[in-house]
């Protein structure tokens, strides 16, 4: 059963950083293609960024420059990288994974950043 599970989120000041981390099973994880999304209280849900198997990677432009997406293929493992964190980053954090035509979300992990 396909089922990435988040983790990684916390509490943080604004300018600090942040990595989160998916851990990904029931599939091939180096042929997934991965994303981040995140949803902030009373806003849709929004992309932060994805990776496909052959790492290109796409990001929003409120994160560009700030949060990178990685991926190990050894351990299952996605991960995002978040620096210069803005208050306006607080959100829910979900992590997916794509099998063929399927795509299957995380449980989220909560991001809060104070001012």
């Known amino acids: 059963q396909v089922r990435p599970v988040e983790s990684g989120g916390g509490l943080v000041q604004a300018g600090g950083s942040l990595r989160l981390s998916c851990v990904a099973s029931g599939s091939i994880f180096s042929i997934n293609a991965m994303g981040w999304y995140r949803q902030a209280p009373g806003k849709q849900r929004e992309v932060v960024g994805t990776?496909?198997?052959?790492?290109?990677?796409y990001y929003a432009d409120s994160v560009k420059g700030r949060f990178t997406i990685s991926r190990d293929n050894a351990k299952n493992t996605l991960y995002l990288q978040m620096n210069s964190l803005k208050p306006e980053d607080t959100a829910v954090y979900y992590c997916?994974?794509?099998?063929?035509?399927?795509?299957?979300w995380g449980q989220g992990t909560q991001v809060t950043v104070s001012s």
């Open positions: 997916t994974q794509q099998d063929g035509f399927d795509t299957y």
């Open positions: 990776i496909t198997s052959s790492d290109r990677t």
